[in-house]
């Protein structure tokens, strides 16, 4: 994994960790923000506001049911980034 995809999953991870106010250590890149951390749907639209705003990028809602956890987050804004 290259040092840009580590520093923007690191990002990207305490974006997630503010919003659904847990702690990094509690987050793994597959562990599931409704199921694990207890994320209902707003968290997951402050989310994707807020790293639509981060990244300066637009995320379509439909979007969201692909981002369960870190991993598919990041799949979605590298897509919307052009990663």
Same mark, same amino acid.
């Given at each position: 994994m290259s040092a840009? /995809? &580590?520093e923007r999953l690191e990002l990207i991870k305490e974006?997630?960790? @503010?919003? !659904?106010?847990?702690?990094?250590d509690e /987050? &793994?890149?597959?562990s599931l923000f409704a199921e694990d951390h207890?994320? @209902?749907s !707003?968290?997951?639209?402050?989310?994707?506001a807020a790293l639509e705003k981060r990244f300066s990028v637009?995320?379509?809602q439909s979007e969201l049911p692909r981002m369960?956890?870190?991993?598919?987050?990041?799949a979605v804004v590298a897509e919307a980034a052009g990663w």
């Open positions: 840009a /995809v &580590t974006i997630v960790c @503010d919003i !659904l106010e847990i702690d990094p /987050v &793994t890149n597959t207890d994320a @209902d !707003l968290r997951a639209i402050e989310i994707l637009v995320i379509d369960i956890n870190l991993d598919g987050v990041y």
